[in-house]
């Protein structure tokens, strides 16, 4: 019948949005959806985007397909040239959401991150089921890997293993002065209780570390963290 085509479309712009810590400038965004099959295509822009302090721009995020299911692509640029992008599919089931990752790539002071293979992640009311996901960098020299269960309202468990990430990165994706800062970190860890009681336990190691003109020596942790209580090593060589 005639209402089995009816198409509704329609475009917005806001030039300033802000919403608790959220920020948004130049918000736009557009949605076409077809009645018959319940088929949506849509996507949204902002020029800036502020998270607390943090700020990003270029923010860019379209899906398509049905309202349970469908494609997703998102794109986002912060300071330095950083720049976050991934893209997948998401189907809301019995029982939870799956969201399935084909791609995820993180460039951060000219480094580039991406996801060696697709994953999957399960979002349910306890814990958010994690399959392996193992980012790594082009040359080979970094990795980083997750697996296991996020807790949300039931217990988790999920590992965590850094291999070769630089601490100027991290700072650069913190938004922080990058300048002066070397080093290598190591970090093995693992996170269990619930998400209002985590606990984090693991070993860490900072090598060649570098604070403007302080050279710091090897650095090692292990650390303990339960009941609201961090209990923690370090050992200096």
Known sequence: ?????????????????????????????????QTGDSTMDTAVSADS???????????????????????????????????????GRLA????????HADS?????????????LPFDARIGESVIALDTVRLTTGDGAGSIELAGDIPRNGPGNLSLTAL???LKDIYGLAQRDTIGIGGTVILDARLAGTAGAPELRGT???????????????????????DHLLRSNLTFW
């Open 1 to 33: 019948d005639a209402l089995g085509a009816l198409t509704v479309a329609g475009t917005a712009a806001v030039d300033t949005v802000q919403w608790l810590q959220y920020r948004a400038e130049n918000l736009r965004g557009r949605l076409t959806y």
């Open 49 to 87: 985007l502020g998270v607390g302090t943090l700020r990003f721009h270029g923010l860019q995020a379209a899906a398509a397909g049905h309202r349970d299911a469908f494609s997703w692509t998102t794109v986002v640029r912060g300071g330095g040239g950083a720049r976050l992008g991934a893209g």
């Open 92 to 99: 809301r089931e019995t029982g939870g959401t799956s969201v």
């Open 104 to 116: 995820l790539s993180l460039d951060l002071l000219g480094r580039g991150w991406r996801l060696a």
């Open 164 to 166: 070769g990430v630089e």
């Open 204 to 226: 860490g190691a900072l090598t060649g570390g570098a604070f403007g003109d302080f050279q710091a020596p090897l650095i090692r942790s292990a650390f303990d963290y339960r």
